[in-house]
C-alpha cells in the first residue's frame, strides 16, 4: 500500500477519488492561507475557492504522492497575484473592511495580541508576509516556500528573517508610542499567551 | 582547505574578522537581551501558528464541498 508507483498506476475516475479525497483534507489549509494573503475573510474564500477549480482542473498534471499541500498552495498565490494585478485598486479600498472581518472572526475570548499580530502582519510587505507564513504557521520547509513563491531559497530565508525582525520591531514600537512607556505591551501580551498555550499543549 | 581560501582571495585585513563567524562587527546587545529576542521570536512563532490554526479549524463552508460535487458531476460521475 505504500509508494507513489501504485498512485501512478491509477486512472480515470479511481485516479480522481485519490485525488479529491486529498484535496479535500487541504481545503482548511487553503482557506488560511488565502486568508493572510486577503487579509479579508470573504475575498479569502473566493480565493480558495478558485484556486480549488483550478487545482481540481489542471489534477492531470499533478503526481500523486507528491506534495499536494505545496502543489495547491502554489496555484492559490498565482491565483491571488493575477487577481490582484486585475484588481489592485479593490484589494486596498476594502482595507478597512478587512480589518473589520479579522476583529469580527476573533473568539472573544481571543487576546489583544493576536489582534496586533495580525496588524503588524498587515503592514509587512506581501513578499515577507507570505514568507513568514508559509515557513512560521503553514509547516513548509525553506525549500517548500521557496518553490511555492518562485524564488530562491536563500530569498524565503532572508524575506523569513527580516519579516520576524520587522514584526518583533512593529509589536514593540507600537507599545512604545501607545503609553509612552517603554515597557512593551504588545510584545507582553504575546509572551504571555504564548506561555499559556505551550502550557496547554 | 575552504577557510584558506576564502580569507586569502577576499583580500582585506576584515579577513580575521570574517573567520570569526558569529560576531557581528556592530555592538551586541547583551547576552540576555538576545536571550529575551529569541524568546519573543519564538512567541511570535506560537503566535503566528494559532493565528493560522484557527482559521484552519473553522468549519469548512459547503460551497467548498459543493464546487468539488459538481465537478465530480461533470467528470463522468461513474460513481
Given at each position: 500500500?505504500?509508494?507513489?508507483?501504485?498512485?501512478?498506476?491509477?486512472?480515470?475516475?479511481?485516479?480522481?477519488?485519490?485525488?479529491?479525497?486529498?484535496?479535500?483534507?487541504?481545503?482548511?489549509?487553503?482557506?488560511?492561507?488565502?486568508?493572510?494573503?486577503?487579509?479579508?475573510?470573504?475575498?479569502?474564500?473566493?480565493?480558495?475557492?478558485d484556486a480549488?477549480?483550478?487545482?481540481?482542473?489542471?489534477?492531470?498534471s499533478?503526481?500523486?504522492?507528491?506534495?499536494?499541500?505545496?502543489w495547491?498552495?502554489?496555484?492559490?498565490?498565482?491565483?491571488?497575484?493575477?487577481?490582484?494585478?486585475?484588481?489592485?485598486?479593490?484589494?486596498q479600498?476594502?482595507q478597512?473592511?478587512?480589518?473589520?472581518?479579522?476583529?469580527?472572526?476573533?473568539?472573544?475570548?481571543?487576546?489583544?495580541a493576536?489582534?496586533?499580530l495580525?496588524?503588524?502582519?498587515?503592514?509587512?510587505?506581501?513578499e515577507?508576509r507570505?514568507?513568514?507564513?508559509?515557513?512560521g504557521?503553514g509547516?513548509f520547509?525553506?525549500?517548500?516556500?521557496?518553490?511555492?513563491?518562485g524564488?530562491?531559497?536563500g530569498?524565503?530565508?532572508?524575506?523569513?528573517?527580516?519579516?520576524r525582525?520587522?514584526v518583533?520591531?512593529?509589536?514593540?514600537?507600537?507599545a512604545?508610542?501607545?503609553?509612552?512607556?517603554p515597557?512593551?505591551e504588545?510584545?507582553g501580551?504575546?509572551?504571555?499567551?504564548?506561555e499559556?498555550?505551550?502550557a496547554?499543549? | 582547505?575552504?577557510?584558506?581560501?576564502?580569507?586569502?582571495?577576499?583580500n582585506s585585513?576584515?579577513?580575521?574578522?570574517?573567520?570569526?563567524?558569529q560576531?557581528?562587527?556592530?555592538?551586541?546587545?547583551p547576552?540576555?537581551?538576545s536571550?529575551?529576542?529569541?524568546?519573543?521570536?519564538?512567541?511570535?512563532?506560537?503566535?503566528?501558528?494559532?493565528?493560522?490554526?484557527?482559521?484552519?479549524?473553522?468549519?469548512v463552508?459547503?460551497?467548498?464541498?459543493?464546487?468539488?460535487?459538481?465537478?465530480d458531476?461533470?467528470?463522468?460521475?461513474?460513481?
Amino acid at each position: 500500500m505504500s509508494a507513489s508507483e501504485d498512485l501512478s498506476t491509477l486512472t480515470g475516475a479511481a485516479r480522481d477519488n485519490v485525488f479529491q479525497k486529498d484535496l479535500v483534507t487541504l481545503i482548511p489549509h487553503l482557506r488560511a492561507f488565502a486568508r493572510t494573503l486577503t487579509g479579508n475573510a470573504t475575498q479569502a474564500d473566493d480565493l480558495a475557492q478558485d484556486a480549488l477549480i483550478k487545482a481540481w482542473d489542471a489534477r492531470a498534471s499533478f503526481q500523486l504522492g507528491t506534495n499536494m499541500k505545496a502543489w495547491t498552495f502554489m496555484i492559490l498565490r498565482n491565483q491571488f497575484y493575477s487577481d490582484k494585478r486585475r484588481s489592485w485598486r479593490s484589494t486596498q479600498l476594502d482595507q478597512e473592511a478587512a480589518e473589520r472581518t479579522l476583529v469580527a472572526v476573533d473568539d472573544p475570548e481571543s487576546p489583544v495580541a493576536l489582534d496586533e499580530l495580525r496588524q503588524a502582519m498587515a503592514v509587512l510587505p506581501a513578499e515577507q508576509r507570505e514568507a513568514l507564513i508559509l515557513v512560521g504557521a503553514g509547516g513548509f520547509a525553506y525549500e517548500e516556500a521557496a518553490e511555492i513563491c518562485g524564488c530562491a531559497v536563500g530569498t524565503v530565508k532572508s524575506r523569513v528573517s527580516r519579516a520576524r525582525k520587522a514584526v518583533q520591531g512593529i509589536l514593540e514600537a507600537g507599545a512604545y508610542g501607545r503609553d509612552g512607556r517603554p515597557a512593551d505591551e504588545a510584545m507582553g501580551n504575546i509572551l504571555s499567551e504564548a506561555e499559556r498555550l505551550s502550557a496547554a499543549r | 582547505m575552504r577557510d584558506k581560501s576564502t580569507s586569502d582571495g577576499e583580500n582585506s585585513p576584515k579577513g580575521v574578522d570574517h573567520m570569526i563567524d558569529q560576531q557581528p562587527t556592530r555592538p551586541l546587545p547583551p547576552v540576555e537581551n538576545s536571550d529575551e529576542a529569541r524568546l519573543r521570536q519564538r512567541a511570535i512563532g506560537v503566535k503566528l501558528r494559532q493565528m493560522f490554526d484557527e482559521v484552519v479549524n473553522e468549519p469548512v463552508p459547503d460551497e467548498f464541498l459543493e464546487i468539488l460535487r459538481r465537478a465530480d458531476n461533470s467528470s463522468g460521475g461513474e460513481r
